[in-house]
């Protein structure tokens, strides 16, 4: 078991979900593999971070675009609507930033404007 935290590493296990009460009835568990993810939403490891880390983190908040209904109408967000928000602003964080700076000003003025802030957290952890 971990937290999706984890996919940000290259890590070679998968990701164990925690069980409900119908995978005790079952006898079964569900889990995910990082390269599946990557696979499946056709993106570079990279940009499945950025992504992941758009979503939100123990060490870093929710990219705040991601909440706003106007620009995600299917609330909760999945990490599949901050792969298509990176790929509408040429992949890059940075640009992403640039193109929500009124929604970042308004809501998050210090956290994610400062971009290199989250790769600098992600090297550290």
């Not at 991601?66 to 990176?86: H, K, T, W």
């Not at 940075?94 to 308004?106: E, G, K, M, V, Y």
Request: glycine residues 4%.
């Amino acid at each position: 078991m971990g937290s999706k935290e984890l996919l940000l590493y290259d890590i070679h296990d998968a990701i164990i979900f925690p069980p409900v009460t119908s995978d005790w009835e079952k006898k079964t568990f569900t889990g995910v593999l990082r390269s599946d993810l990557i696979k499946k939403l056709n993106v570079t490891p990279d940009m499945f971070a950025d992504a992941l880390l758009m979503t939100g983190t123990t060490f870093l908040p929710t990219f705040p675009p991601l909440q706003d209904e106007n620009i995600i109408s299917r609330q909760p967000f999945s990490v599949l609507d901050a792969v298509n928000l990176l790929r509408t602003s040429e992949k890059s964080i940075t640009t992403t930033c640039a193109a929500f700076s009124d929604i970042l000003q308004l809501r998050d003025p210090t956290g994610w404007t400062s971009t290199g802030r989250r790769r600098w957290v992600l090297s550290i952890a």
